[in-house]
């Protein structure tokens, strides 16, 4: 038996990044033997064990043939007479395709580590093409590494292409769209990930939602950068400059949906997009896995994201019913969330990256002012019931009444 570190443990390590965690294969051996050394079987559709001591992931070298459509129409072979080079050369890209034995010697038969070093993301063989999945991981890891210019080889983007024509990229589970979504908002680059679909046609079929926007005019006095789908991706960027919230990235990236279905007569505005979007993102989250949070943060986005824009000139009874509508006074750090959302809106904008928004400030403290104004403080006066609740919201519109009168911020 024979064990090899591969994969990005590898990859990471010749790049001089650090080594998150490790995957190891393992040749010449059957699941029988591991499990006689202790290891502990994790995989369903092929071998795959735990290190009894460190708990790092061992897999049996395998080969794996196409048999039906989709991510699982695959059959694998994990015989002990898989050698490392047939377990690397049914692997994604090049650079995932490197080994490390024992001794510190690589194995290279795909020729990885001149990838690595000319910073292109390369299919290791036309088997690419089988698995759809690749698509999302080779869009994951432009989007990782394009701080160090990795680009995508020009005849993987082909084959990526191939895929979506084949049909392919629709037999693409959910779960496995999401995941790799996640992973990619949680990055510092997921605009490079949706580009990255887009340039291969992927985008149009996992997210047709998102790529439609694109091409879709805006009023160049508010949008110098004009395309939906342009300003929807810059206010992903802005977006992670202000919050590693993935909740806060997810709502930036759908926010706009419904600019997709204003009617073209009313093209560049947009009217009412704001409740059309609520419609799209309840059909993009019923589709995919996505985590209530970030849908719950979305929606309120969507729909009220114009209103924090226009803070200065509401009225204080709007504001109170925004503070209410995204429930501000119980849940004051989704709030701050929303606010942030809102701030990568408005920044993301041509030649606006860095403009002041003292919207946020403005709507955080109305919320703190209005929030000051305690429902246990009215019970102790005697209230009770539905009187509880119309001195509340009184109060409360008193209290945004005399915040509004004092403070300085106008639009």
Same mark, same amino acid.
């Given at each position: ?28 051996? #059957? ?5 006689? =050394? /202790? ?6 559709? +092929?071998?795959? &064990?735990?290190?009894?001591? #460190? ?6 070298? %395998? ?64 088997? &690419?093409?089988?698995?759809?999945? %690749?698509?999302?991981? #080779? ?45 990619? =908002? ?27 926007? +694109? ?41 706009? =949906? ?70 501000? &006074? ?19 904008? $041509? ?11 403005? +709507?955080? /403290? ?34 945004? #009444?005399?915040?509004?009168?004092? $403070?300085?911020?106008?639009?």
């Amino acid at each position: 038996m024979e064990v090899y570190l591969v994969g990005g443990a590898v990859r990471d390590e010749q790049l001089g990044l650090p080594v998150k965690e490790r995957d190891w294969c393992v040749v010449g051996a #059957t699941p029988e033997e591991l499990t006689a =050394l /202790g290891y502990r079987p994790v995989g369903k559709d +092929f071998p795959v &064990f735990l290190h009894p001591d #460190t708990g790092e992931e061992y897999a049996l070298a %395998r080969t794996e043939r196409k048999t039906g459509r989709g991510y699982h129409g695959f059959h694998f072979n994990t015989s002990p007479d898989v050698t490392l080079e047939d377990d690397l050369l049914r692997r994604d890209l090049t650079i995932n395709a490197i080994a490390k034995a024992d001794d510190g010697s690589l194995i290279d038969p795909c020729n990885g580590l001149a990838d690595l070093n000319a910073r292109q993301l390369r299919h290791v063989s036309d088997a &690419f093409r089988e698995d759809p999945v %690749r698509i999302l991981r #080779t869009a994951k890891f432009a989007a990782r590494f394009a701080p160090l210019s990795f680009e995508i080889a020009a005849e993987t983007l082909d084959l990526m292409r191939a895929i979506v024509s084949d049909g392919e990229a629709a037999e693409l589970a959910p779960d496995r769209v999401w995941k790799e979504t996640e992973e990619a =908002l949680r990055g510092a680059n997921p605009r490079v990930f949706f580009e990255a679909l887009r340039e291969c046609g992927a985008l149009a079929v996992v997210y047709p939602e998102l790529d439609a926007l +694109f091409g879709v005019p805006q009023p160049a006095k508010w949008h110098p950068e004009i395309d939906c789908g342009v300003h929807t991706l810059l206010v992903v960027e802005q977006a992670v400059l202000l919050s590693d919230d993935l909740a806060v990235r997810f709502a930036a990236l759908v926010h706009d =949906l419904g600019k997709a279905t204003t009617p073209k007569e009313f093209l560049p505005g947009h009217a009412g997009h704001e409740k059309r979007s609520l419609t799209l993102i309840k059909k993009l989250c019923s589709r995919l896995p996505v985590p209530k949070a970030c849908r719950e943060l979305a929606l309120l986005v969507a729909e009220f994201h114009t209103h924090c824009h226009r803070a200065a000139e509401l009225k204080p009874a709007t504001v109170l019913k925004v503070l209410e509508r995204c429930d501000a &006074f119980r849940r004051p750090a989704r709030f701050a969330n929303f606010l942030l959302a809102c701030e990568a809106d408005a920044r993301g904008r $041509t030649g606006l990256e860095n403009s002041p928004y003292p919207q946020r400030a403005y +709507f955080s /403290g109305a919320q703190s002012a209005a929030a000051a104004v305690s429902p246990a403080d009215l019970v102790k006066e005697g209230l009770d019931g539905a009187a509880i609740g119309r001195a509340l919201s009184e109060r409360r519109l008193a209290a945004l #009444t005399s915040y509004k009168q004092s $403070t300085n911020y106008s639009p």
